[in-house]
């Protein structure tokens, strides 16, 4: 069965550090999404991307965030100074369209935590 | 805006028993319902969905959601739990029409004892 794959499972990084989070898309999906779980809360949207632009963001994804699909199978989640706050589990998902009420495949998560 | 409402922050049900994991939702058009289950270091799993057509909705290991329009509700149900039905369960709504991000409730903590 096709799945989301993302990397790395778990990050270590110092507060002002850089971190890029990958993920590959189930291999037909049209529309890709960044959500994060901090620890005990709920998940909650960052972004939506689809024909290599972002198509929705939330309050949190702001200028310290940006996402890319640098080729045809990556889809990576940046964050340029991470914070104390960005310690969390990130998730990927990919979906095949919007119609039918097209449900989300998630990944496994990346482990975020920030020192 | 639409919002996705979970009150319970854990179930407790005895193996055997049925289990109602309860959601209500808020949207200014017509919703597409989505649960959705998490084990322990997991990513989120796809259980069921309601798009439009009948109320009562089955999914994935013997699992149903009911729609209930007029009590804006779409509770989760299992007529017979499992130890192995413990997890993490979320609700989650989008629109229908135009584009819309899936929003998820707080999620609900199933505890099933043997």
């Known amino acids: 069965e096709p799945e989301v794959t993302q990397t790395p499972s778990h990050q270590v990084t110092q507060m002002g550090q850089e971190v890029i989070l990958r993920c590959v898309p189930i291999s037909n999906h049209l529309y890709f999404y960044w959500y994060r779980q901090i620890l005990g809360q709920k998940v909650e949207f960052l972004v939506s991307f689809y024909n290599n632009e972002i198509s929705e963001k939330s309050e949190i994804f702001d200028d310290q965030f940006s996402v890319e699909r640098p080729d045809g199978s990556n889809f990576t989640l940046k964050i340029r100074s991470t914070k104390l706050e960005d310690s969390a589990m990130y998730f990927c998902?990919?979906?095949?369209?919007?119609?039918?009420?097209?449900?989300?495949?998630f990944g496994e998560g990346s482990r975020l935590t920030v020192l | 805006a639409q919002s996705v409402a979970q009150p319970e922050d854990q179930v407790n049900v005895a193996e055997g028993n049925p289990l109602t994991v309860k959601c209500t939702y808020s949207?200014?058009?017509?919703?597409?319902l989505f649960w959705y289950v998490q084990y322990p270091n997991r990513g989120l799993q796809f259980l069921l969905k309601?798009?439009?057509?009948?109320?009562l909705v089955k999914g994935s290991y013997g699992f149903e959601a009911e729609f209930n329009k007029s009590q804006t509700s779409f509770h989760l149900k299992k007529p017979s739990a499992l130890v192995s039905d413990s997890a993490l369960y979320f609700c989650?709504?989008?629109?229908?029409?135009?584009?819309?991000?899936?929003?998820f409730g707080k999620g609900t903590m199933l505890l099933v004892s043997p």
């Open positions: 989650a709504v989008r629109l229908h029409s135009g584009y819309s991000t899936l929003t």
């Open positions: 949207v200014s058009g017509n919703p597409y």
């Open positions: 309601y798009i439009t057509g009948d109320n």
């Open positions: 998902a990919s979906s095949e369209g919007q119609g039918l009420g097209g449900e989300l495949f």
